[in-house]
């Protein structure tokens, strides 16, 4: 198969597939990327994500230049260290460094915690990968860049040979059809091309659940922050009854070439806040939470009995 006449369809535009795309368009590989969503904004695209020195190489290897560098300046700082506390307050451990926990172990800072790095074959972080702290919103808007997207196409299945001998053709919803080489499935958990593909595979019920978000960084907010927990992540603990709940934050803060590289493919340059997630058991899908934004300063979140 010719890398000039070969063509890659791929079923989602998340990050995952967005990367892929990238990765193949690189080496001269034509490839068409398919979302049902009807445009890049039609939902909320998620909050913050570590991404660890294994996923930063194979980005890199995968992006060109340019847009790797994109990603990098649009990265939000990212603080080495940890936080435990009690739900009372109480803090349990607090420690800068790798030792602090909750953050995989970043080359830029293992010659300051005592492990060595051949220096005469660049930085650590050159040679291991760097760790970074991303917004998803906003890199999923960089991946978008320069590649085929076509949006409000929502795939229901895929047929073999026919009517293209030797190909795989693509159907959507509104009755249109794509053929081409290969088909990638980056449609996340419910996705249409593994239940065709592998339908002995179904998602496992792990019994957690979470909510997550992210509330807006603040003068008035900070004040009433725990001070331990301003610079990286953070734990909170309450294990007070049989079902114990675990509040995870990080506050998210980019500096001010990255809040203007932003709006280049954003409608709103980026803005720090927090990012956190409250994970526990079922019991945190029947919690009654507020209808609308108007409604929530005067709300609490309600959970049923633990």
């Not at 992006?63 to 506390?85: K, N, S, V, W, Y």
Request: aromatic share 8%.
């Amino acid at each position: 198969m010719s890398q000039t006449t070969a063509r890659v369809l791929i079923v989602g535009a998340g990050v995952g597939g967005l990367s892929l795309a990238h990765g193949l368009a690189k080496h001269g590989i034509k490839v068409t990327v398919f979302e049902k969503d009807i445009s890049s904004g039609f939902r909320a695209q998620g909050y913050r994500f570590r991404m660890n020195p294994n996923g930063s190489t194979a980005l890199k290897s995968m992006l060109p230049e340019d847009l790797f560098a994109q990603f990098e300046q649009t990265a939000a700082t990212t603080r080495i260290g940890g936080t435990r506390m009690k739900y009372d307050g109480t803090v349990l451990h607090h420690q800068e460094g790798i030792a602090g926990g909750f953050m995989p172990r970043n080359p830029s800072h293992m010659a300051e915690h005592g492990v060595k790095v051949d220096q005469k074959n660049g930085s650590a972080a050159e040679q291991y990968g760097g760790v970074y702290t991303v917004d998803r919103t906003l890199f999923r808007a960089l991946l978008l860049q320069n590649l085929d997207v076509q949006f409000g196409r929502q795939a229901i299945g895929y047929t073999l040979d026919s009517p293209c001998p030797g190909k795989v053709t693509l159907q959507f919803k509104d009755g249109s059809s794509e053929t081409g080489d290969f088909l990638v499935g980056a449609d996340g958990l419910r996705s249409v091309v593994r239940k065709q593909f592998m339908p002995q595979h179904l998602p496992v019920d792990t019994t957690g659940r979470c909510i997550y978000g992210k509330t807006p960084i603040t003068p008035q907010l900070m004040e009433k922050f725990p001070k331990e927990m301003h610079d990286w992540m953070s734990m909170t603990i309450d294990d007070t009854g049989a079902k114990p709940l675990s509040l995870l934050t990080e506050p998210l803060r980019f500096s001010n070439t990255a809040k203007a590289l932003s709006t280049k493919v954003l409608p709103q340059p980026s803005e720090d806040y927090i990012y956190w997630v409250l994970a526990g058991s079922p019991a945190l899908s029947n919690c009654q939470t507020p209808n609308s934004y108007i409604s929530l300063p005067n709300k609490r979140l309600s959970i049923p009995s633990r």
